[in-house]
């Protein structure tokens, strides 16, 4: 069983990726992960892979589905694979079928993970943590018994410097503008299923186990 993990930014996507990989057996390939495990091997592609991360460079579809290659076929003892980041073109979307089907494998299940704009920025940009017990608290989630000062030690709050408002809204819409072929393709095949980010993160992945549960039998 093999399923897509579609998500914009702080949908909470590595979350439940990896309850649902727990439980199904399924491989969690985050290609985010597999690019940072290739730079620290000894492998002939090392240095390639580093390079083209330190300059903040993507890696083309040629390299990138050479390394999921080798990596799938290292994989044994799971029931199937979690595509996290991948496909995020039309053209990765043939890539990856070319490259199942070779594996007589195919996709099963395409779950975007829906999150309001609005929550997604406040997750990514509300994140302050405590330097001196590493507690971590979200401004516009989470309420404080004296401003800016963390309830368990009383330590000033520091933020920590990723992403601005602006920045994340452009990551956040660009995201959407990009893989909206990709969520239509799959829709048109019927293998999408739109999980909206209401309640806890539970109740999120009840309906994503209902969806596979559902599609298994
Ligand atoms: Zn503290």
């Known amino acids: 069983m093999n399923v897509i993990f ?6 909470g996507k590595g979350t439940q990726a990896s309850m649902l990989s727990k439980d199904y057996n399924l491989y969690h390939l985050s290609t ?31 390299l990138m589905f050479k390394l999921l290659k080798e990596k799938v076929s290292s994989l044994s003892n799971n029931n199937g694979i979690i595509f996290d980041g991948i496909p995020r073109t039309l053209e990765q979307v043939r890539l990856l079928d070319e490259m199942l089907k070779s594996m007589n494998q195919k996709v099963d299940f395409v779950i975007y993970l829906d999150v309001d704009e609005d929550v997604a920025r406040k997750r990514a940009t509300g994140r302050v943590t405590c330097p001196k017990c590493n507690t971590i608290y979200n401004i516009y989630f989470d309420s404080f018994d004296e401003e800016n000062k963390c309830n368990k030690c009383k330590t000033e709050l520091s933020k920590r410097e990723d992403d601005t408002i602006e920045k994340f809204n452009h990551r956040f819409n660009t995201y959407l503008l990009n893989t909206k072929p990709v969520i239509n393709y799959y829709n048109s095949l019927g293998k999408l299923s739109i999980i909206k980010n209401i309640g806890t993160k539970y109740d999120i992945y009840e309906n994503i186990k209902s969806v596979i549960d559902k599609g298994n039998i």
Do not use: Q
Not at 6 to 11: F, G, Q, Y
């Open 32 to 62: 985010g992960d597999l690019l940072r495990e290739v730079s620290h091997s000894d492998g002939e592609l090392a240095t390639t892979v580093k390079e083209l991360i330190d300059n903040g460079k993507l890696v083309n579809d040629e």
């Open 6 to 11: 579609i998500a914009p930014p702080a949908a």
